[in-house]
Antibody, heavy 120, light 110 residues
Framework: VQLVQSGSELKNPGASVKVSCEASGYTFTTYALSWVRQAPGQGLEWMGWINTRTGNPTIAQGFAGRFVFSLDTSVSTAYVQISSLKAEDTAVYYC??????????????WGQGTMVTVSS | QSVLTQPPSVSAAPGQKVTISCSGD????????VCWYQQLPGAAPKILIY???KRPSGIPDRFSGSKSGTSATLGITGLQTGDEADYYCGTWDIGLSTGVFGGGTRLTVL
């Protein structure tokens, strides 16, 4: 089982970027998928998650507005699109498979991360 | 400022034991299970402990977790240089379907 993310991106401020996360080795709908941001030298920040069965996204406070989660189930891939990029969006973006059991959920395995750099 | 509070750093000698604390409140740790993640330098995080004290297959029993009230603790015994990493606690609010992480603790094995 694995999640493979798209490659690094360098974008100008104000542009948009779309990061992909392709799942393999399991049935895509077995796990929901979360997105986690890690700014340079900083900790992990939960961005939200998307239900891979329904496509319904839940976006954390602080990420509403410019961040959009989506799916293409035909290719077992999740996406996060970030619009109106700012310098402070510079970070590594991880997707993580969310496993839930008996009232508990955790991030069972992670993608390798995608570095997004916003700079002119 | 993270919702869950961890010490920024801890250190110990090889072979020794170390504990890392994670403090929250009744809205997070107090009413939900705690997980711990290990992030080795330059790598993605990896699940270390789930449901407060359970280890996924492949995680050695040198790693342990516990929870009491609104705090949780990760313990690592028989420290090895390969344990040098950042460690994050986290919870998932099953009612709200939201997640949160601690600020992370850097472990140095001297």
């Amino acid at each position: 089982v694995q999640l493979v993310q798209s490659g690094s991106e360098l974008k100008n401020p104000g542009a948009s970027v779309k990061v992909s996360c392709e799942a393999s080795g399991y049935t895509f709908t077995t796990y929901a998928l979360s997105w986690v941001r890690q700014a340079p030298g900083q900790g992990l920040e939960w961005m939200g998650w998307i239900n891979t069965r329904t496509g319904n996204p839940t976006i954390a406070q602080g990420f509403a507005g410019r961040f959009v989660f989506s799916l293409d189930t035909s290719v077992s891939t999740a996406y996060v699109q970030i619009s109106s990029l700012k310098a402070e969006d510079t970070a590594v973006y991880y997707c993580a498979a969310l496993f839930c059991s008996s009232g508990s959920c955790w991030f069972d395995f992670w993608g390798q991360g995608t570095m997004v750099t916003v700079s002119s | 400022q993270s919702v869950l509070t961890q010490p920024p750093s801890v250190s110990a000698a090889p072979g020794q034991k170390v504990t890392i604390s994670c403090s929250g409140d009744s809205s997070n740790i107090g009413n939900n299970y705690v997980c711990w993640y290990q992030q080795l330098p330059g790598a993605a995080p990896k699940i270390l402990i789930y449901e407060n004290d359970k280890r996924p297959s492949g995680i050695p029993d040198r790693f342990s977790g516990s929870k009491s009230g609104t705090s949780a603790t990760l313990g690592i015994t028989g420290l090895q240089t390969g344990d040098e990493a950042d460690y994050y606690c986290g919870t998932w609010d099953i009612g709200l379907s939201t997640g949160v992480f601690g600020g992370g603790t850097r472990l140095t094995v001297l």
